[in-house]
């Protein structure tokens, strides 16, 4: 079983910036594609960004591109977010994500391909 834990949210000005934290836990965990999702109110999760198990490989919605950047540090079992140049459409609750699939060097945008999932942590943009 894996445990993903998220940190590091909380209330910023537009334009500031947060850095995002994902530990993890449980066997062969840092092995695993992860990925970061978001989910504002009334509206359906989204992809943000995702990494391959090695780093080598990263994906970020299109809203996100040159802002945020995400990254891992294996020997820690933590994933990062982090965020600059946040805006008001960036407020929602942040999720990391894993998806159970051992040395592969893809990443996956689809919340429904993760099967592990972080409680979440709030991040909210004041304009």
């Known amino acids: 079983q894996v445990q993903l834990v998220e940190s590091g949210g909380g209330l910023v000005q537009a334009g500031g910036s947060l850095r995002l934290s994902c530990a993890a836990s449980?066997?062969?965990?840092?092995?695993?594609?992860m990925g970061w999702f978001r989910q504002a109110p009334g509206k359906e999760r989204e992809f943000v960004a995702a990494?391959?198990?090695?780093?080598?490989?990263?994906r970020y919605a299109d809203s996100v591109k040159g802002r945020f950047t995400i990254s891992r540090d294996n020997a820690n079992n933590t994933v990062y977010l982090q965020m600059n140049s946040l805006k008001p459409d960036d407020t929602a609750v942040y999720y990391c994500?894993?998806?159970?699939?051992?040395?592969?060097?893809?990443?996956?945008?689809?919340?429904?391909?993760?099967?592990?999932w972080g409680q979440g942590t709030q991040v909210t943009v004041s304009s």
């Open positions: 994500a894993a998806k159970r699939l051992v040395g592969i060097a893809l990443v996956w945008v689809n919340p429904l391909d993760y099967d592990y």
């Open positions: 449980g066997r062969a965990s840092m092995r695993y594609p």
């Open positions: 990494i391959s198990w090695s780093g080598g490989n990263t």
